[in-house]
């Protein structure tokens, strides 16, 4: 795979510009006013509320055809329901209206690198040179975005120089990923040093991320996913468990947790437990659809034989993000009817 983070980073949603767009969009469709006109949308996609989100959009994109703003927002929700080539296509169109803005050209290059996993070799190769691109272009428009630091040196580690990667130009984005997010900065390490074979020192790399943020359960998930690569199962649900013992908040970790309990098909009842947790929760994440969750749910509880849970979880997919393709295992209601 040429870019596939089993934990990502907690993203920041960017929004600027100018949101004339949306204000228009509003105040044409009767909603409240708010100080941050892109409230609305930044909620629906922060929640999962993919089809809430793309009413909007195509609203705004309909009084602004060309606005970058809006064009990427429907690009992250597109990119949320796995729609690689309408997202592709929409955060082209951002990147088009505004060159300038880095975290427009991030959002293109995870595009890029989301449809190159499903593409022939020949097409990934392609993609994946432009992903990198697009990578080093928001780094160079913002020496200080973490995200694209932390994605750039992720793709580095995973893809080799031809298509413009390699782990000397991870090693060499560290010192700049450490001023900006430290515990990133141990994450990227502690990925070089496993590409190295260098296990010991990869492990004491992502416990130093725990020290540096002890109250934090996302060093532990990452933990957790280190373990379960090297096939240490019982320090892997130890950590897994710690870290989902400090999310108070029933956040993202706790999906985290749930997706490497699954892979390793442990605990289902936990994993079911996590996800609704998370689901019940106001700290829900653009990382973490509540609509993809809900689908994550309903193939647990499928394969745990209850299929009228399974049902019900489907059908709030649908109504969250009709766009979005289930695939649960074992219950009718899966496909669309």
């Known amino acids: 795979m040429l870019f596939n983070r089993e934990s990502f980073l907690r993203r920041t949603i960017f929004i600027g510009g100018s949101l004339v767009w949306l204000s228009m969009a509003l105040a044409a469709n009767g909603w409240a006013r708010h100080a941050d006109p892109a409230e609305p949308v930044r909620a629906d996609i922060a929640f999962g509320r993919a089809n809430a989100a793309l009413l ?50 991030l959002w293109l290059g995870r595009a890029y690198g989301q449809k190159a996993e499903r593409v022939s070799l020949i097409s990934a190769f392609k993609l994946a040179r432009k992903l990198a691109a697009e990578f080093q272009q928001a780094v160079q428009l ?56 260098d296990y010991p020192t990869a492990e004491s790399q992502l416990k130093a991320a725990i020290a540096q943020s002890p109250d934090s ?70 990382d973490a659809p509540s609509f993809a969750v809900r689908a994550k749910l309903a193939d647990l509880l499928s394969q745990q034989g209850d299929t009228a849970g399974a049902e019900q979880q489907i059908a709030a997919v649908r109504a969250l993000a009709s766009g979005y393709h289930i695939s649960v295992r074992g219950a009718s209601a899966a496909e669309g009817e």
């Not at 995200?147 to 120089?161: R, T």
């Not at 309990?261 to 442990?266: G, K, P, V």
């Not at 994993?271 to 829900?284: D, G, K, M, V």
């Open 217 to 286: 359960p996302g060093p532990w998930m990452d933990l957790a996913s280190f373990y379960r690569r090297r096939g240490r199962p019982d320090d892997m649900l130890t950590a897994v468990h710690t870290g989902a013992s400090l999310d108070h908040l029933h956040g993202s970790a706790l999906v985290d947790g749930a997706s490497i309990l699954t892979r390793e098909h442990l605990e289902p009842q936990t994993a079911i437990q996590w996800l609704q947790q998370y689901l019940n929760s106001q700290a829900q994440t653009e």
């Open 56 to 105: 909007k959009l195509n609203a705004a994109l309909a009084q602004n055809p060309s606005d970058p703003e809006a064009h990427n927002l429907r690009c992250r929700v597109f990119y949320q329901e796995e729609q690689w080539d309408h997202a592709i296509a929409d955060c082209e169109a951002a990147v088009k209206a505004s060159p300038a803005d880095s975290n427009f050209h």
């Open 142 to 197: 913002d020496s200080r975005n973490a995200d694209a630091l932390a994605d750039l040196g992720e793709f580095d580690v995973e893809a080799p120089s031809i298509v413009g990667g390699g782990v000397n130009r991870a090693i060499a984005l560290v010192p700049q990923l450490q001023a900006v997010n430290p515990i990133a900065a141990l994450s990227l390490q502690a990925r070089i040093a496993e590409s190295k074979k």
